[in-house]
């Protein structure tokens, strides 16, 4: 199988859907002849032409609110937000237009576009740069949520998005983009909204989403050598949550960690925490434990910004005393 | 028709008096409890604004309007017994009771929504435009919006791009001197917002929203140059007859201004007009008062008469049909519960 890297795949299923589908347009900032602040775009401007990669003005709440009326209008738009952290700028466009059109209107129409932005720690970025705002997104009512985490999901979510009625937000993590993986992107990928079980122990279920996936294989590798085995729930999508698949295993385990990159208050991982402790209760024999960001802004320097997220090391050595 | 001449201002009188009398029965519905709350923005003295702007419109063209909509939407050929069904937050209104007099809307008019948001509904226009010149729908797509909007960071993003890319647009600013209660010179240095519009390279122009004629004729050069891919804005002058929701009664400002910008009333002007050259007799426009009048009572009635929406329908429409639905809080409390009770 050919090696991939997660900035390819990505790349791979912009091009197949486009090819595929007339009415995607990719709109945004720099996505054009500068190929992607990350290279996600590059050259599909010289495939596609700069009709359908239509690069922008610094405007992202006019990006957003463009994406939402070609939507409406007969196309489907990919509006690219350059930083995840943008969204302060642009919310009003996503939380208030975006996400309630179809409803406000009852059922009229529905706006059926997907915004491809990047999140998380790791490139020193900075407090404005490199935040998991996840939870704002799942926090609204009418937005679907993909957060990729292997190479093979940044093609297949990437693709399915692009055939949702519903707009999506969809969260690529900044550290992955240079990641690569053997894939076969013609095998069937798993359905949209399904969460994947990378790894399958008996003492301890981890659920988690987008890079801390990896680090969660690899603390759960750390582990085995120790004799604990680790279940490991890539969820892939947050909206919709395959909570079936969080209870059948937390409910065969008995233990479950909730790790996720974002801030612990009122974050993902609170969530998450919550359905699990309400849904299983019965089942488990320890509390739900949160591995999540620290409740502080992200800095630049590598030290603080890497001890300020979970990592594999803290995820292993949480784990150990949770089967303790 | 009871009209003596087949007059275009006699239609767009019409227009007009329609949207007066079916905002003042929004008023009657509000007195009577019967609206959906209190948020009702009136556009009574607006009225030319959306009649002689929508009477250029093509039927492909789209729109999007702000808070104090009814009116446009009236002037596009809405059924008025639909909308107050909507304002009433009824199942036979136009989005079955979930939009309301702020979120209204209708496809098949092209009405790509109204807006709660100061200036949230302006760059959707950008959007369709986009579609237009992509897939060759030969529409130009407009937004209507307040004085209020002029303030918004959005509105001057979306008339960049809109010029930048040569969009068929146009945006139509109803200047009705106030943002809530605060009049446009509290509000920025420079009332000239034509200039603003020119500053980005799009057609502008400001008319007197006195005379339905002269709107429609500056919306017509304006929305035909948009066609052709010359972008343009337009500011229609009027005054606000009421407060700004109904709750309001205008503390902000004096009597003595309110009766003397109740003059500026476009209605009259255009009723007056009528008469004087001879298109039409004063007692054929009572006529046709009369006539809506009656048609506009019957819609209270219609909203009235309506059932609510079931409840069952709250969770219907957040998503597609067919596509993962949201669990009820009380499903998934039961759920939980009873196993607790096994």
């Known amino acids: 199988m050919p090696a991939m890297t997660y900035r390819d795949a990505l790349r791979q299923a912009l091009d197949d859907a486009m090819t595929e589908d007339k009415s995607i347009v990719v709109i945004g900032e720099e996505v054009g002849r500068y190929g992607g602040a990350y290279g996600v775009t590059k050259d599909l401007i010289k495939v596609h032409g700069p009709e359908r990669l239509i690069d922008t003005p610094i405007s992202e709440p006019a990006i957003i609110g463009a994406a939402v009326g070609a939507a409406m209008t007969g196309l489907r738009p990919v509006a690219e937000l350059m930083y995840i952290d943008f969204l302060g700028m642009t919310m009003d466009q996503l939380a208030n237009q975006a996400a309630k059109i179809r409803y406000m209107f009852g059922g009229q129409i529905g706006v059926p576009m997907v915004l491809r932005t990047q999140g998380g720690t790791g490139r020193s970025a900075g407090a404005q740069h490199s935040q998991s705002l996840e939870a704002w997104i799942m926090h609204t009512p009418g937005l679907r949520l993909a957060m990729p985490a292997t190479v093979a999901d940044a093609y297949h979510l990437l693709r399915q998005s692009l055939t949702k009625p519903d707009p999506v937000v969809f969260i690529e993590h900044k550290a992955l983009y240079t990641r690569k993986e053997e894939v076969d992107l013609s095998a069937d990928p798993l359905p949209w909204g399904k969460a994947a079980v990378r790894r399958q122990g008996d003492d301890l279920v981890i659920v988690t989403y987008s890079r801390q996936v990896l680090y969660a294989l690899e603390a759960a590798e750390a582990l085995a050598r120790k004799g604990i085995e680790a279940t490991v729930i890539d969820l892939r999508t947050l909206n919709p949550l395959d909570f079936d698949t969080i209870r059948t295993h937390v409910e065969r385990v008995g233990k479950a960690m909730v790790v996720s990159e974002g801030v612990m208050t009122s974050g993902v991982a609170a969530e998450l925490c919550a359905r699990i402790s309400e849904e299983c209760f019965d089942f488990l024999e320890q509390p739900v434990i949160r591995v999540a960001g620290e409740d502080i802004p992200i800095s630049v320097s590598q030290e603080l910004e890497s001890g300020s997220v979970p990592s594999a090391r803290i995820i292993a050595e949480v784990a150990e005393r949770l089967t303790a | ?45 607006e009225e030319s604004s959306a009649a002689g702007v929508c009477d250029v419109m093509k039927p492909q063209d789209t729109f999007t309007t702000h808070h104090r909509g009814h009116g446009i939407f009236l002037a596009r050929g809405a059924d008025p017994r639909r909308m107050m069904a909507e304002i009433g937050g009824k199942e036979t209104g136009y989005c079955h009771g979930k939009g309301g007099s702020m979120h209204i809307a209708d496809m098949a008019l092209g009405h790509l929504g109204a807006n709660a948001i100061v200036g949230g509904g302006i ?63 509290q509000a920025t240095r420079n009332t000239a917002f034509d200039e603003r519009a020119r500053a980005f390279g799009l057609n502008g122009a400001v008319v007197n929203g006195l005379d339905v004629e002269e709107v429609r004729d500056a919306a017509r050069w304006l929305i035909d140059d948009a066609r052709a891919g010359k972008p343009g804005f337009l500011s229609v002058e009027v005054y606000r007859f009421f407060g700004h929701a109904r709750m309001d009664k205008s503390p902000y400002r004096a009597e003595v201004e309110e009766l003397e910008g109740r003059k500026k009333d476009p209605v009259l002007f255009a009723r007056a007009k009528l008469i004087e050259s001879g298109l039409e007799s004063a007692a054929a426009l009572d006529a046709l008062d009369r006539e809506i009048a009656a048609e506009m009572d019957a819609t209270i009635d219609f909203a009235v008469e309506s059932r609510a929406p079931a409840l069952s329908s709250m969770f219907r429409d957040v998503y597609a049909v067919g596509e993962p639905e949201p669990e009820p809080v009380r499903a998934r409390i039961d759920r939980v519960l009873a196993r607790e009770d096994a």
Request: charged content about 15%.
């Open chain 2, 123 to 185: 760059p959707a226009v950008v959007g369709a435009g986009l579609s237009s010149k992509y897939l060759k729908q030969d529409s130009v797509s407009i937004a209507f919006f307040g004085d209020g909007a002029m303030q918004q960071g959005i509105l001057y993003e979306s008339m960049n791009m809109a010029a930048l890319w040569s969009l068929p647009v146009l945006f139509v600013c109803v200047n009705n001197q106030y943002g809530m209660g605060t009049r446009i010179d």
């Open chain 2, 1 to 45: 028709m009871t009209l003596t001449a087949n007059s275009h201002l006699a239609e767009l009188y019409r227009t007009m008096r329609r949207i007066r009398t079916f905002e003042e029965r929004v008023g009657e519905l509000f007195v009577r409890g019967q609206s959906a709350g209190s948020m009702l923005h009136l556009s009574i003295g």
